[in-house]
């Protein structure tokens, strides 16, 4: 989830019903990988339009799949500083974060990603700085908090999602409750553990 593929052709995308996508997406533009059980080995994905309101879901042919971009390689403060969209808070964000060395594998999602990897101007200066940090592994609480309390003193509002092998899960919620819902291909479930390995 959260990796942006782009396809060879327009056939490459199936089953979008929403009509706005036929005049909005083109194969220049990436489509993005969403959470959900494959089909006849085909990736579930989502359309992005320019409009906050506007996303479709359907479903990706992976053999026109000709190329991938991570959330990881959008968190390089190389590209950060080099981004047309640099002087916007989310970016300024990102690149706090990128100048701090961290345990884990972190990405950028959301309209900043899209922005940071195709230059669409779907950010702006109000918006998000969604964020995923890859934990295969289970992490300290309080490797967690820390980075927690640097997110929240940021110049714009930032939420992570934690990717464990089980699902996602948000993390604030997490350090709040202590139980979260973990979003997994089979939908979601109220857990206490996001790491325990499903029986």
Same mark, same amino acid.
Do not use: M, Y
């Given at each position: 989830?959260?990796?942006?593929?782009?396809?060879?052709?327009?056939?490459?995308?199936?089953? *979008?019903?929403? @009509?706005?996508? /036929? +005049?909005?997406?083109?194969?220049?533009?990436?489509?993005?990988v969403r959470r959900d059980v494959n089909r006849e080995g085909r990736i579930p994905v989502g359309v992005r339009g320019m409009r906050r309101d506007q996303r479709a879901a359907g479903w990706a042919n992976g053999?026109?799949?000709?190329?991938? *971009?991570?959330? @990881?390689?959008? /968190? +390089?403060?190389d590209l950060l500083v080099k981004s047309p969209f640099v002087s916007m808070p989310p970016v300024q964000g990102a690149i706090q974060l990128a100048l701090c060395e961290w345990p884990w594998v972190w990405g950028i999602t959301g309209s900043v990603g899209y922005a940071l990897?195709?230059?669409?101007? *779907?950010?702006?200066?109000?918006?998000d700085l969604d964020l995923i940090i890859r934990c295969p592994e289970r992490v300290a609480r309080e490797?967690?908090?820390?980075?927690?309390?640097?997110?929240?003193?940021?110049?714009?509002?930032?939420?992570?999602?934690?990717e464990t092998p089980q699902g996602a899960f948000a993390l604030a919620e997490w350090l709040r409750d202590g139980r979260v819902l973990l979003k997994t291909n089979n939908g979601p479930q109220l857990v206490s553990d996001p790491w325990a390995l499903k029986r």
């Open positions: 989830p959260h990796d942006l593929l782009w396809l060879s052709d327009r056939d490459a995308l199936e089953d *979008v019903s929403e @009509e706005w996508v /036929a +005049s909005q997406w083109r194969p220049q533009l990436p489509v993005v053999t026109k799949v000709k190329r991938v *971009v991570f959330p @990881e390689s959008l /968190a +390089s403060r990897a195709t230059e669409v101007p *779907v950010l702006h200066a109000q918006s490797a967690l908090l820390e980075w927690q309390q640097v997110i929240g003193h940021l110049l714009c509002r930032a939420d992570t999602q934690i």
